[in-house]
């Protein structure tokens, strides 16, 4: 995924001119796309804001290159990689294997709301279930936020201890195939505050359900930051493929919330082919005059200097 690319489709999606310093509303706090493969393979950085590395770690506990290999990123070109955490024994609780984790992110602790974003593919034969754990910001049982399967083709969020599942009735229990994920909450809200989205490689995203968690601000969270498992053990692995995992967020209102828009135009940035920096800057003419006209259809009463410049 290219992140650059992500900022000017989400620019696209919430209608801000380019021009403006903020090319988007909500704030893209952390970015794994799992393509930089630093530390001998045993890191992946963030190219969000925040940049906190992850440390790739097997079943054992020991620092291992889990980059999949040449492809195996949603895109499926070479340079596209993914966290693989396929050697896990099992499925969640069925199971044991890997992680990727950090330690205490500041910038994610106490969010009063936020949006997860995310990829994952299973193997042929399990589906994703048994408590399998995909983000992971809770160390303890009433802190923080946690994505997970709550069972067999159901996504669960949990924040401070308490948590709503999605749907079951959705394709989150597809086999062998990349499935996008997205889960929004808003802790200024009290009820309808949380929505499950759901997509793939050829589907636009699209609601799978609203729910009701009115936990308020997400408590902050010393333990760390983990995809793929729960912190610092070996107990709830996701077994299979996880790419693009993306957590959007703020400390101070609801604007850490992603529109369905703004959700699909970062499930499209997603299946860009990588690598895509100098593709993506070569037509950035392109797509400034697309953002100009855009903003043009959308204020017809601009200055007859800022109608010149967009046409």
């Known amino acids: 995924m290219n992140t650059l690319h992500k900022t000017f489709l989400l620019a696209i999606a919430t209608g801000l001119p380019l021009m403006?310093?903020?090319?988007?509303?909500?704030?893209?706090?952390?970015?794994?796309?799992?393509?930089?493969?630093?530390?001998?393979?045993?890191?992946?950085?963030?190219?969000?804001g925040t940049?906190?590395?992850?440390?790739?770690?097997?079943?054992?506990?020991?620092?291992?290159?889990?980059?999949?290999?040449?492809?195996?990123?949603?895109?499926g070109n070479a340079g596209d990689l993914a966290f693989d955490?396929?050697?896990?024994?099992?499925?969640?609780?069925?199971?044991?294997?890997?992680?990727?984790?950090?330690?205490?992110?500041?910038?994610?602790?106490?969010?009063?709301?936020?949006?997860?974003t995310g990829w994952f593919k299973t193997g042929s034969t399990t589906a994703i279930g048994n408590n399998?754990?995909?983000?992971?910001?809770q160390s303890g049982t009433t802190d923080g936020f946690r994505l997970y399967s709550g069972s067999t083709g159901a996504l669960a969020l949990n924040v401070n201890g308490v948590a709503v599942a999605s749907s079951g009735a959705s394709t989150y229990a597809a086999t062998e195939a990349w499935v996008f994920f997205a889960v929004t909450y808003d802790g200024?809200?009290?009820?309808?505050?949380?929505?499950?989205?759901?997509?793939?490689?050829?589907?636009?995203?699209?609601?799978?359900?609203?729910?009701?968690?009115?936990?308020?601000?997400?408590?902050?969270?010393?333990?760390?930051?983990?995809?793929?498992?729960?912190?610092?053990?070996?107990?709830?692995?996701?077994?299979?493929?996880?790419?693009n995992i993306s957590v959007y967020g703020s400390q101070t209102d609801g604007s850490g919330v992603l529109s369905l828009a703004q959700i699909e135009s970062v499930r499209q940035a997603d299946l860009v082919p990588e690598p895509a920096n100098l593709a993506f800057l070569g037509c950035g003419a392109g797509l400034l005059a697309a953002i100009c006209r855009r903003r043009c259809a959308l204020q017809k009463t601009a200055s007859a200097q800022r109608q010149h410049f967009c046409l």
């Open 51 to 75: 940049t906190t590395s992850l440390n790739l770690y097997d079943s054992a506990g020991t620092l291992t290159n889990l980059h999949g290999a040449a492809g195996s990123g949603v895109s």
């Open 85 to 116: 955490n396929s050697a896990s024994t099992g499925m969640g609780s069925g199971g044991t294997g890997g992680r990727a984790q950090s330690g205490n992110i500041s910038a994610i602790n106490s969010l009063q709301s936020f949006t997860l």
């Open 20 to 48: 403006q310093g903020n090319l988007h509303a909500q704030t893209l706090i952390l970015d794994y796309d799992f393509n930089q493969v630093t530390g001998g393979g045993t890191t992946a950085p963030s190219t969000g």
């Open 188 to 243: 200024t809200l009290s009820s309808n505050n949380v929505k499950f989205y759901i997509g793939n490689t050829s589907t636009a995203t699209s609601l799978n359900v609203t729910r009701t968690l009115a936990q308020g601000t997400a408590s902050a969270n010393s333990g760390g930051f983990a995809v793929g498992n729960v912190l610092s053990s070996n107990i709830r692995p996701f077994d299979g493929y996880l790419d």
């Open 132 to 137: 399998a754990f995909l983000i992971n910001n």
